[in-house]
């Protein structure tokens, strides 16, 4: 039996929950977000180093967890099959209203760099500077983006029908 270092009962017990609903978002599906955050924290303890804020740490935590995500959504197999088409009975979740559902569907479809930055500022509430950590981006180019994300999706939401 592998024994585990305290660092990372923590670390489990501190960003796991997080990870895993952000996980969940960005990639769309529970199970393969559950195998994203198995796959982040092995990465982690494998490159374990501490870190002078706990701010530092969990942006670098939530930075391999991007990582992880967008691994999986470039990978071959993703890209050549579909679990909505292959297992239909399972696609929806029909306890969502309708306009979360709406919402998040809008939010998927966006651009890589755009769902980005709004999965990790609205969905695990970081600041901007928190993020351009994360993605190693400049703030303005955060802010930005952002700004892009809110106003496709504001588009695309009243198209639909919903307003602000």
């Known amino acids: ?23 969940c978002a960005y990639l769309g599906d529970a199970h393969l977000a ?14 374990w180093r501490t870190f002078d804020t706990p701010a530092a740490e969990k942006a ?5 967890a991007v990582n992880v995500c967008k ?3 470039r990978s071959a197999w993703r890209r050549k099959v579909s679990l909505v088409e292959e297992y239909p009975e399972i696609a ?15 939010i998927m479809a966006l651009k890589p760099r755009y769902r ?3 999965l990790l500022h609205y969905y ?25 994300a809110r106003a496709i999706l504001q588009e695309r939401l009243e198209a639909r029908g919903y307003a602000d």
């Open 124 to 148: 695990q509430q970081f600041s901007v500077n928190e993020i351009a950590r994360i993605l190693s981006a400049p703030q303005s180019t955060v802010s930005v983006r952002l700004r892009r």
């Open 71 to 73: 691994d999986y959504l």
């Open 116 to 118: 980005q930055v709004i």
């Open 92 to 106: 929806g979740e029909p306890d969502r209203p309708k306009e979360d559902s709406a919402l998040l569907e809008e």
């Open 60 to 64: 670098w935590v939530m930075r391999v």
């Open 34 to 47: 559950d195998d994203a955050v198995q796959d982040a924290f092995i990465k982690i303890y494998r490159s």
């Open 1 to 23: 039996m592998a024994v585990v270092s305290p660092d990372m009962e923590r670390l489990v017990a501190q960003y796991g929950s997080a990870m895993l609903r952000m996980c």
